[in-house]
């Protein structure tokens, strides 16, 4: 684990739980993350707030509506936790993220995609280019903001690599390079990171930390976190999937986080 993920996060496959803001006043954007936060503040390792399904300039680009709500709701969430909170800024605006972790004391981002050229799907589900990440310019606010860890997503949901023979293991060994962890995901919210990504990407950078970025489950934990080192976790979290006003459940963050205790147990026994 790198350095900055070693100080965050002493547990053996760390959880990290979204907070999800929606589109709303700025009153029940924070009073639903501190909602959900209460329900998984002693449970999780960490929290993630995101944006979720509106505010996006273009297809690489938040409003500025966007900031000033992530601002407001991120520092809520940092006040009233001592686990680690993260921001991840939809669509891929890690400009803004890395703004609003500094500002509020989060102390890392998400990014969606952090190597090669992709198609990502827009709110009415067609395919438009977006701009690839340049990697100077991330590699520039790494050095603006070093105390932010970046968990950076290869091959991610909603997108779409613009060669589709493109290399997930190519991606993934220049990811590392500019990341602290690799994220692994399905193609949709909820659906499962396939094992065979999962173990190329693990094969080809360990030691390098790689996350499950979508579609953990009580049902598939163990064979997920036996290559992975930890997991993004939002949609076994809440009963019908992630919608408005649908909040953490706490039957299912249980069943989650036991067979993540099971897990760690046993990996703990000499």
Same mark, same amino acid.
């Given at each position: 684990?790198?350095?900055?993920?070693?100080?965050?996060?002493?547990?053996?496959?760390?959880?990290?739980?979204?907070?999800?803001?929606?589109?709303?006043?700025?009153?029940?954007?924070?009073?639903?993350?501190?909602?959900?936060?209460?329900?998984?503040?002693?449970?999780?390792?960490?929290?993630?707030?995101?944006?979720?399904?509106?505010?996006?300039?273009?297809?690489?680009?938040?409003?500025?509506?966007?900031?000033?709500?992530?601002?407001?709701?991120?520092?809520?969430?940092?006040?009233?936790?001592?686990?680690? #909170? /993260?921001?991840?800024?939809? =669509?891929?605006?890690? &400009?803004?993220?890395?703004? +609003? *972790? !500094?500002?509020?004391?989060?102390?890392?981002?998400?990014?969606?995609?952090?190597?090669?050229?992709?198609?990502?799907?827009?709110?009415?589900?067609?395919?438009?280019?977006?701009?690839?990440?340049?990697?100077?310019?991330?590699?520039?606010?790494?050095?603006?903001?070093?105390?932010?860890?970046?968990?950076?997503?290869?091959?991610?949901?909603?997108?779409?690599?613009?060669?589709?023979?493109?290399?997930?293991?190519?991606?993934?060994?220049?990811?590392?390079?500019?990341?602290?962890?690799?994220?692994?995901?399905?193609?949709?919210?909820?659906?499962?990171?396939?094992?065979?990504?999962?173990?190329?990407?693990?094969?080809?950078?360990?030691?390098?930390?790689?996350? #499950? /970025?979508?579609?953990?489950? =009580?049902?598939?934990? &163990?064979?997920?976190?036996? +290559? *992975? !080192?930890?997991?993004?976790?939002?949609?076994?979290?809440?009963?019908?999937?992630?919608?408005?006003?649908?909040?953490?459940?706490?039957?299912?963050?249980?069943?989650?986080?036991?067979?993540?205790?099971?897990?760690?147990?046993?990996?703990?026994?000499?």
């Amino acid at each position: 684990m790198s350095s900055l993920l070693r100080t965050m996060f002493s547990v053996q496959q760390p959880i990290i739980a979204m907070i999800h803001v929606w589109e709303s006043d700025r009153p029940q954007q924070i009073e639903q993350a501190v909602e959900d936060l209460a329900r998984l503040n002693l449970y999780v390792d960490g929290v993630l707030v995101e944006n979720y399904d509106w505010g996006y300039a273009d297809a690489n680009l938040a409003t500025t509506e966007v900031m000033e709500a992530m601002t407001a709701v991120a520092r809520e969430v940092v006040q009233r936790t001592s686990i680690p #909170v /993260g921001i991840n800024v939809l =669509p891929n605006d890690y &400009e803004k993220a890395f703004r +609003i *972790a !500094d500002d509020v004391g989060a102390r890392f981002i998400q990014i969606d995609h952090v190597t090669g050229e992709y198609l990502v799907e827009n709110l009415d589900g067609e395919y438009v280019p977006c701009r690839p990440v340049d990697e100077d310019d991330l590699l520039g606010h790494r050095d603006t903001y070093p105390r932010v860890a970046v968990l950076g997503g290869i091959h991610p949901k909603y997108y779409r690599p613009v060669d589709p023979t493109a290399s997930i293991v190519d991606a993934a060994r220049r990811a590392c390079t500019l990341v602290d962890a690799v994220v692994v995901t399905g193609s949709r919210t909820g659906e499962q990171a396939s094992i065979s990504d999962l173990l190329d990407v693990k094969q080809a950078i360990a030691p390098h930390l790689v996350f #499950v /970025g979508s579609g953990l489950t =009580p049902q598939n934990v &163990e064979e997920q976190l036996t +290559i *992975a !080192d930890g997991a993004i976790v939002g949609s076994a979290l809440k009963k019908g999937g992630v919608a408005p006003s649908v909040q953490i459940d706490p039957d299912l963050r249980d069943a989650l986080m036991r067979e993540v205790w099971k897990i760690r147990k046993r990996t703990l026994q000499p």
